[in-house]
């Protein structure tokens, strides 16, 4: 009988910790695909404003230049680009929301500027395109400003609260 109460609270806690470990990694998640987004936009930025490259072929550059954590959402884009035929930019950004949210854990005000990219991207010069560019890169720096103070303030409580919920439900318990 001990021995099974020994393997059940064993089990609560190890179950409870994974638990607070896996919902505060979200916000460290967050933080390093935003640091990964931003090398994607200034590698886009390179092809389109220096390299006037065309935007299927840098959408391509990118995936293979980008972290891959990353980088397949722009050559999703690109694939629903040349599928769609109709050669409307934010319909595609638009398409790979889904993957924003939940494989790279992005909140609205994230998914908001990555969309603005795709408002932006391809629809006026090379001057323009480059001022799109700088202020785009300036709003990703403010986002991952904010995400550091939430995984600094989130990460840590959802750990201890995985350890110390554990800890109360076999108190309970026994």
Same mark, same amino acid.
């Given at each position: 009988?001990?021995?099974?109460?020994?393997?059940?609270?064993?089990?609560?806690?190890?179950?409870?910790?994974?638990?607070?470990?896996?919902?505060?990694?979200?916000?460290?998640?967050?933080?390093?695909?935003?640091?990964?987004?931003?090398?994607?936009?200034?590698?886009?930025?390179?092809?389109?404003?220096?390299?006037?490259?065309?935007?299927?072929?840098?959408?391509?550059?990118?995936?293979?230049?980008?972290?891959?954590?990353?980088?397949?959402?722009?050559?999703?884009?690109?694939?629903?680009?040349?599928?769609?035929?109709?050669?409307?930019? *934010?319909?595609?950004?638009?398409?790979?929301? #889904?993957?924003? %949210?939940? &494989?790279?854990? =992005?909140?609205?005000?994230? $998914?908001?500027?990555?969309?603005?990219?795709?408002?932006?991207?391809?629809?006026?010069?090379?001057?323009?395109?480059?001022?799109?560019?700088?202020?785009?890169?300036?709003?990703?720096? *403010?986002?991952?400003?904010?995400?550091?103070? #939430?995984?600094? %303030?989130? &990460?840590?409580? =959802?750990?201890?609260?995985? $350890?110390?919920?554990?800890?109360?439900?076999?108190?309970?318990?026994?």
């Amino acid at each position: 009988m001990r021995l099974a109460k020994l393997i059940g609270s064993l089990l609560v806690l190890c179950s409870t910790t994974w638990i607070g470990f896996y919902q505060g990694k979200k916000y460290s998640n967050r933080l390093k695909n935003l640091i990964h987004m931003e090398q994607c936009f200034k590698i886009l930025e390179t092809e389109i404003v220096y390299g006037a490259t065309p935007l299927p072929e840098a959408l391509n550059n990118i995936y293979k230049k980008g972290n891959k954590r990353v980088s397949f959402v722009f050559r999703d884009i690109r694939n629903h680009l040349i599928s769609s035929g109709k050669g409307d930019v *934010f319909y595609s950004f638009h398409s790979v929301i #889904e993957p924003l %949210k939940d &494989e790279l854990n =992005f909140i609205e005000e994230d $998914i908001e500027i990555f969309l603005s990219l795709g408002r932006v991207v391809g629809s006026s010069n090379r001057q323009d395109q480059e001022k799109n560019f700088k202020l785009l890169l300036n709003q990703i720096g *403010f986002l991952q400003e904010d995400a550091k103070v #939430e995984r600094d %303030k989130h &990460e840590k409580m =959802f750990k201890n609260l995985g $350890i110390l919920t554990g800890l109360a439900i076999i108190i309970i318990l026994l």
